[in-house]
Structure formats: C-alpha cells, structure tokens
C-alpha cells in the first residue's frame, strides 16, 4: 500500500465519521439538545407544598373563627369577644399565604374580592343592619363583606370592649348586627370552603387540572402563566399599592389615607403588610422545593433571581420597620411608609419586566377591549 | 414476442364484437346498404347553468345524410342543419343549459339521424348543469367581468351606529346627552340623522329594527333614560345602587354613564342595535325563506343592477357581518381595524389560546359558500350554507357573552367593580342578542334567567354575584357545547 492510498482511505473515514455524526445529529434530537427544566415538578410543588396547604390553613382558622362566632352569639361576653378578634386576626395572617393563587377556583368564586376588599364602607353595612335583604357577595356589597367587614364589626372604631358587646346585644339593632355578623362569617366560610373543595383532588380535583400536561407549557392559559400573571397582579395592585401605596396617599395626590389599612379597626396592618411580603418571598423560591427562582437560574439568570431575593428581604425589611397601627404610623411618619412603596417598586419591575421576559411568559390581565 | 399476437387477437375482436353490435342495433331494411351511425366522445356533458354545452357528433351514412334531430327529454325533436347527401359529416350541437337550472340537474338529448334510405340510428347524450364557479378565496363576485356585490345600504347603517356610539360617548365623559339627537339618528331625520350623521344616507336603523323592540320602544327608552342618566353624570354624580351616574373604569381611568342598575347605556343601545338590527336582519329578513330560500328569484337580474335578487339578500346578509374580504382565521393583529361589531367579535373568540374557535373562517367559508351556490343554483349548499350560518353567528354571540362573563369574574376579583359594570353590560347585551334568532339553541326561559336574575336579581347588575355569573356561564356552555373547551379561556 503506498501511502496516497492510506490518504484516501483516512480521508474516507474522516468523511464517514462527519457525515455520521452530522445526521445522527439531525435525526436523533433526544439525546442532543439541551435538558429542558422540570416545570411539572415545580408546579407539582407549587400545587401540595404551597398552595393546598395555604388554603387549607385558611380553612382551619375560618372555621376555628365560625365556631367562636356562634360562640360569641350564644354568650356574647368580653373574653368570647376576644376570642373571636384573635380568630380573626388569625384567619387574615393565614390568608396573607393564600391570596395569591387567585386564578381557578379563586377566580371563579371571587374569593380575594368577597374576602378582602378594604377599606370596608361601613355606611353600607349599617344601612344593611338596618334594612337587612343584603346578599353578601354581589357587587353592591362588595365593601360590606367579607374580613375587612368583620375588622369593623367586632374592633368598632374608637369604641371600647363594652360599647363594642352592648352593640351586640342592648343596643337598638343589635340582634341585627349579631346577624350580620354571622351571615358574613358564614359567608367568608362558604367561599373558602368553595375553592379548598374546588382544589381538592377528591373534589372538583383542579389540582388534577393545575398539573394537567395540556396546561404545563408557557403559553397564555398555562398554568404557570396563570399563576405568574396572579401573583404579578397580587403584587402590584394587592401588596405594593393596597397595603401600603394607597393608605400612603400615593394613588391621592400625596394625601394620605389611613382608614384605607387593611385591618384599620383592629390596627394590626403592618402586621398583615410583613406576613404578605415574607409569603410572597417563599412563593418565590417554592418554599424548600423547586421554585420561580430555579427556573430562572437554569435559565441562567442567577443574578436576576438574586437580585428579587435580596429585593425582598430588603422589603421585608423596610416593611417590619412599620409601627402598627399602620394608619398613626402614616399620620406620623407618612416617608417612612412611602420608602416601604419605593422598596417594593423596585422588586416589580425585576418581577413583571426581567422575570416574565426570561420566562417567556405574557401579562395576561389589565387586559383592555379599548371599547 | 407473445404480446403483439395476443394484442392483434384483441384488436380483432373488439372490432369483431362492434361491427356483430353495430348490426344487431341498426335499423336494417335489408336493402344491403350500410346503415348510418353515429359517434361521439361526449356522452357526459357538464356545463353551468345559462351557458352552452357542446356535443361533437361524427354522423356517417353511405346512403347520404338526410337529416338529423335532436328531442331534450323526451320533448319535441328539432332538427339540426347537416349536408343533405354527403356521407360524413362532423357536427358540433350546442345545448343551452336552462338558466333555472339547478346544480347536477340532467338533461338527456337523443339524437335522430336517418338517411336518404329512410334507415335511422340514435345517440344519446346527458347533459349535466354543473358550476359556473367555484368558491372564491375571498367575498368577491362578478358577473361579465363587473363586481355583482353591492350592501352599501348595510355599510351605512352600520356606520350610524357607529357615530351614535360616539354621540353616547359624550356620556360617558359627563357630556349632556340629547334624547332627541338620539331619536333624530335612530330614525335618520332628514337623512342626515337630524343634522348629527357626518354623512347622508336615505337608509335607517329603525325601520330594520326587531318588531317587537320597536313595539316595547326598546332603543326610545334606553335614549331616554340615557339623556336623563346624563344629566346626573353632568354633575359628576358617582352611580350606586338606585341612583344612575357615572363609574370609573379602573383600567383607562375614564368614566362610564351607568343607569340606577348599573347597566351602561353606551353598550346596551350599541350592542343592543347590532343584536335588534344587524342580526335580526340577518337571521330574520336575509337568511329566512322569504329572501334566500328556493322559490326566490335567481335568473333575472334585478332592474338596473347586476345582481339576482337571491345574490344580493345574500350580500345583504353579508354586509350586516362586513368584515375584511379575505376575512380568516387566524386574523392578523395589524389588520384587527378592518373588521367591526359583528366581525370584530367574531375574532375576539376566533384565536383563544387553547384550541381556537375558528369562528372567523367558519362564518367567512359559509358566507362565500353560500354566495357561491348561488351563483351555481346550488340549493342544497346554499341550504346547508344558510343552516352555518343562523349556527356559527348565534355561536359568536353566545362565546362573546362567556368572554364578557369571564371579564367579569376576574374584574371582580381584581377589585375593578367599574370595569365589572362595564363587561356585564356588554355580557347582558351580547345575551340579549341571541334572542334574534328564530333557529336559536338557548330558550327566552334560560336567557330570561341569564338576564335579568343571573347577572343581578331583579336586573340590577349590583346585585350580581359568582355565583350568578358562573351559573349563567354553565347554562351557556351546556346549550352550546362547542364553548366547553375553550370557556375559561375565552
């Protein structure tokens, strides 16, 4: 063999070898592009490790609530009526965890509107103690029901425990007001029951829906870009101006509102404002599973899943820096509240803009016909 | 080498079989001579309606050619002009195809020739009507090279509701609204709408309205309590249960003029008239038997106009929908102001995320089908075409009111409760629509239930809850089933 031979036969083989790797390449895909990141497993542990547990710690403190109201209707006494402000204080902990899933079920039944719509129109609801025929969750009433409502009723404004009892119970309209009382907390009870019931898998089974493989793309209608969309809109509307911007006037021309603080006749909103931002932080991250803040890093943005981390801590922060009552912190010391506003502001741009922009997920709501 | 024999041996005996034949079947006196024949390549013929088909027919006669005649179904023979006395001769007979015919009718042509000996032989050909056209890519037809479409007069209706909306607009910023400005453009005072159209038109709204609305003075009523609403509006008088005034909506910021049930007066008279005119002209003038069914003219063109009566019913129907020509699914984004109200709605459901409706290419198909059909006389695809559409339109009307409802919900749910009045108008306007269709799935029973206790007890939209709206939700998905896959995501 000379060696020109020996050429021509390594060149065929080189050949051979390009020519295989190439449509082996083309044609056997699995094996060669990049791994894709496991949503099914993060939403997986969004659905039982997050959101079934947050709604079904709602549920325990709902009805622990309706057992010391009907409690507090047979005996209406000082300690019952501590009680239930307790149960109360407890229930709106708990849903700081659960009011960000509002889509699904929570959409359906309007669970954040019945629930929480603050500052609560207690002209409204004196007029339904008074004329009675209300139906709790109708627009109409919206800012007559649900816990804000209940802040109203058993704190009062500027009344002390016995002012508070004899409204209840001596006072002209007063088995009126223990009904009103009751049929809103019957009413908190059946929408909360609704969506656990809704999720449950031995119910309605949207969990089964939630991690369905048809939803389990990015597309709109997705779950996650249900969830994305829900929770940007619950940080913006919901956390950053609900429970801080508006109370600090910044929706009023600078002038502030401090009877708009979520839980402003029990005087604990600050509380409620720490809750929801620590919540929203370990939405983030998926608790101790697989979070919004791994995808992003196996998207490669490390830095931007640090920088909503360290944003929100840094919120935390600033918020638990807040006095309660939120509405005296705001009379007194309006900056420090609206630095709360700012410190917020930063994270939802990392959040809305850098977070859906690598996730390739689409703002959905404020959706406009423009007619 | 085997097959040339064998070929040979077969040519042979066809030619063997067809001479035996040929004599069995002529009309031999038993004189010797040759009987004539003839023969032709066009047995089956095809041809629209009004237009000739031509037969060629190859006539021998080794006595001489007589004469040749023809009888169409059995009718009077007429004879055809032929070379006495030449023994071939090609002829080329053009039948034409009656006007009024209709697609895949048949006509049967026998044809008689006889020869200077008096023997005779027959050939038989059908002919068949079939398409003048077939259906175009987009709404567009002619006749001798002119277009054969024409709704102007559904164009300038649709533009009056146009700058009616306009007109309530004002309203809705806190503008004093006129009843009569209102009443004037609803019936087209003076034709320019009492002064208040940018246009002039001899065409109306009110003369096309539903009968029973004009009846109930259904629009005269919304006009007045629109102009009495906005004079509460005028003084910046916020709207609330009882009292009428204005809302904001929270997404544009901008002000809406709601009634003392929270209905907006700008959706109920503009989607009111798309339902009471546009559909009801639709489904109940230009869809029904009276303009477009069987018995309508479709040979003679309208005096002056280059239409059938039937095509331009049709037209008309199209016009009350006018979209884009080359309408589809799905619609591009930068071309979405090129449809409007009905259309426009059409693709609002069209492209949904998961699994389109496809509405727009569904309606826009059944339109140019029909429209072909009858251009074809096609009675069973213009049926059939005409049965698409009373089902695809009420579809629109029913999906569009779900999107609305879902709107709703989540406007609720987001604490908008001005952008909530605002989409369950538009949902309580969209279900009232579908009560215009005589051939509609959903009865004024459930639709009576949507209306007026679903969407708020006592039809007061602040009386509306989740669940009203859900149940009013699962109603429609249970008489349109098509929605079921798409109703959380429309």
Sequence with gaps: MNIKYLQYIAICIGLTVVV?????GDDDTGGQTPPEFDRAAMLANYADNLILPAYSDLQVEVDQMAADATAFESEPTAANLETLQNALKSVRLSWQDANFYQFGPAETVTLRASLNTYPTDTDKIESNIENGGYTLGSIDNIAAGGLPALDYLIHGAEVTTEQIIAAFTTDPGASERMTYLVDNVAFVKSRVDDVVNSWDPAGDDYRGTFLSEGNGGTGVGSSISLLVNAMILHYERFMRDGKIGIPAGVRSAGVPRPTATEAFYG??????????????????????????????????????????????????????????????NIENDNDGVIAVFTSLQEVLVLIKVDMTSVLGITITFQDNDGD | MIYPINKQIYTLTIWGLLALFTLACSDDDGEGIDPPGITSGDMQVEAGRGTEAAINLALNAPS??????????????????????????SVTYNYTIPAASTLGEQFTLAFTLTDQGSQTTNYTATVTTGKLIETPATYEFTRDGASSVFYGGQKDRLDMVEEIKSVLGGGDAGDLVSEQVLLDMYANTGGNGGGNFTFTSDRQLKDKTFAPDLDDNFFEDLFAGGAAASTNGNKGITASNGTAGLIVRENSGNTILVDENGREFTQLIEKGMMGSVFYNQIFNVYLSDDRTGDEVE??????????????????????????PLDFTSPWPEEREDEDRFWSHYSNTVDNVSNGMLGTNETIMNAYKEARAAIVNNDLTTKNEMRDELYESLELVAAAVCVHYINGTLSSLDAGNTGEAFHTLSEAWAFANALRYSPNKKITLEQLEQIMETDFGADGNFWNVTSMGLNAAKTTLVTVYPDLDAVKDDL
């Design chain 2, 298 to 323: 479709n040979v003679e063109l309208v005096d002056g106009e280059n239409y059938t009566p039937m095509e331009h019913h049709l037209d008309e129907a199209f016009g009350y929908w006018d979209p």
């Design chain 2, 64 to 89: 001489g050619i007589e004469s040749l005649s023809v009888s169409v179904d059995g009718g009077t023979a007429e004879d055809i002009p032929v070379n006495t006395g030449a023994t071939t001769q």
């Design chain 1, 20 to 24: 295989f790797s190439c449509s082996s």
């Design chain 1, 267 to 328: 005087g604990y909103s600050a509380e409620l404002a720490v809750a929801n931002i620590t919540g929203y932080k370990r939405l983030v991250i998926g608790g101790s599973g697989s979070g919004l803040d791994d995808y992003l890093e196996f998207m490669e943005s490390d830095e931007l899943s640090n920088d909503i981390q360290d944003g929100l801590d840094q919120s935390i922060n600033d918020a638990g820096q807040l006095t309660d009552p939120l509405s005296e």
